[in-house]
């Protein structure tokens, strides 16, 4: 694995099989219809698809996508510790 890194450090990158989606297949039926793709989501935050170093389109999906889900971030003292 790669352990070239620019900063002192004993990390060693390496690269292993995605599990459960391998393939680009799985991946693009993992996310066509999924809550990342509503029209509410910004397309930075979006997969994209390459094919031979070309941005593709992403296929369309097969039914609406569900708006996703916000959460409460907000910083409680109980949650900052104070």
Do not use: I
């Amino acid at each position: 694995g790669f352990a070239g890194w620019s900063v002192p450090s004993k990390k060693v990158c390496k690269v292993t099989w995605s599990d459960p989606h391998q393939g680009r297949d799985a991946h693009v039926d993992r996310y066509r219809n999924s809550p990342v793709m509503h029209e509410s989501v910004p397309d930075h935050y979006k997969p994209l698809v390459f094919e031979a170093g070309v941005r593709q389109p992403f296929p369309a999906p097969s039914k609406a996508p569900k708006a996703p889900r916000t959460r409460n971030c907000a910083k409680t003292p109980a949650a900052a510790g104070t």
